[in-house]
Nanobody
Framework: QVQLVESGGGLVQAGGSLRLSCAAS????????VGWYRQAPAKQRELVVV???????SYADSVKGRFTISRDNAKNTVDLQMNSLKPEDTAVYYC???????????WGQGTQVTVSS
């Protein structure tokens, strides 16, 4: 069973930066969508950004201009560069990798990001 493993979370002051990484423990065939989601306490999980295999991206309005996703298709790795972090970015961040139809769909275990004011 392939697993996604996230790393790079932690505690940072407002205005700071973090870089999250997501790596697959094995080969996942036909990965098309890769993305990051987050879930803050007492809130629903929400999309942060998704990228297609062709490089098309869709960012949540709240992170546009501050966060940048990148991927390495050969290695099945996905990174999220987060700049100008705000306390409201505090959440558990999850990596997701899926095929085109989402019937092959993997999630990571999550990594905590805490932004102090």
């Amino acid at each position: 069973q392939v697993q996604l493993v996230e790393s790079g979370g932690g505690l940072v002051q407002a205005g700071g930066s973090l870089r999250l990484s997501c790596a697959a423990s094995g080969i996942i065939p036909n990965i098309y969508h890769v993305g990051w989601y987050r879930q803050a306490p007492a809130k629903q999980r929400e999309l942060v950004v998704v990228m297609t295999r062709a490089g098309l991206t869709s960012y949540a309005d709240s992170v546009k201009g501050r966060f940048t996703i990148s991927r390495d298709n050969a290695k099945n790795t996905v990174d999220l560069q987060m700049n100008s972090l705000k306390p409201e970015d505090t959440a558990v961040y999850y990596c997701r990798q899926s095929n085109y139809d989402y019937d092959i769909d993997y999630w990571g275990q999550g990594t905590q990001v805490t932004v102090s004011s």
